[in-house]
């Protein structure tokens, strides 16, 4: 059993997620998030189980799809509404935008907008940290599609000579863009591949966050000993396409079904009822706080300003 307080936080953490990304869903129909915009919808228990296993001191390294990421490890909102909008006070000055956003001050060392482009940074990451011999974790979020990149094998074999402290965490949300993992390769268990370079692995249900955060939080006691790293394969579904503008028509009606009813949030509140012990009526009220948290994060957001020429000038030479 675990404390209420802790299932308290797991369930907000996952609720805040699913309101942000259906709030600037909306934002983005209305113009006002330009480029790419790709969902976390139904993923958000990997995100929220992962970085509740971590401390503060530990660094995690995201992806294309990563504002559950960045939420999950404790940024705050109304900066990732600004940043999404192109503002002055968001978290990358709005230069970043929706796949680039990073928050050094709790360890996320940015969101990627190459697939497979995140994993020597997390490597690099995580030998900065043997070589300075630090006692921190680093976990590099990845996915499917990535793990058939080059780069993937490359980053897993010098992990595992160097022994590094890093948990890779595979996203696996069974689809690269639209091709599914059927078709893009012959073992659809992905966590196999880390036994071919004797790194310990896990496949779990990405969707059970306290399933996930009992596996990571084994693996980063694992990394903290020295016998790192870690591969973990997270099994969950997109609730829609890849991106904003995808339709996700290539999607199977009742698989989508199956995962819409298998669902983080509904999965967090049971465990909200049953181990909290809470009823509709307490998490009625956590939602409509987190709601209304988030209509003030826009709100914010609308009233920001934006990088002026001089000050882009400036920032061009600077670096």
Known sequence: MYLQEFIIHLYKTIYTIR???????????????????????????????????????????????????????????????????GKREGYCLGLGGSMHIADLDTGNLGANGIVGGNLPLGI????????????????????????NNGVFAESMNLAAIWNLPVIIVIENNQYAVSTSIEDSTRQTELYR??????????????????????????????????????????VTYRHGGHHVNDPGLYMPKEKLAYYLEHDPVKISKRYLIEQAELS???????????E??????????????????????????HY
């Open 19 to 85: 309101i942000f990304e259906s709030r600037c869903i909306q934002l983005y129909r209305q113009g006002l998030i330009r480029g790419y915009f790709h969902p976390y919808l139904g993923e958000e228990a990997i995100a929220t189980g992962v970085c509740a296993s971590l401390e503060k001191k530990d660094f995690i390294i995201s992806t294309h799809r990563g504002h559950g990421h960045c939420i999950a490890r404790g940024a705050e909102i109304k900066r990732m509404v600004a940043e999404l909008f």
């Open 124 to 147: 690099g990451a995580g030998v900065s940290i043997a070589l300075q011999k630090l006692d921190k974790v680093c976990v590099i979020f990845t996915t499917d599609g990535a793990s």
């Open 193 to 234: 591949r880390g036994g071919a370079y004797g790194v310990t692995s896990y496949r779990i249900d990405g969707n059970d966050v306290l399933e996930v955060y009992e596996t990571a939080k084994k693996s980063v006691q694992a990394c903290r000993a020295g016998e790192g790293p870690v591969l973990i394969e997270a």
């Open 280 to 290: 509709e009526t307490d998490i009625e009220a956590f939602n409509q706080e987190i």
């Open 292 to 317: 209304r948290e988030m209509e003030e994060a826009v709100i914010y957001g609308e009233s920001c300003g934006e990088l002026s020429e001089e000050e882009f000038d400036k920032m061009v030479e």
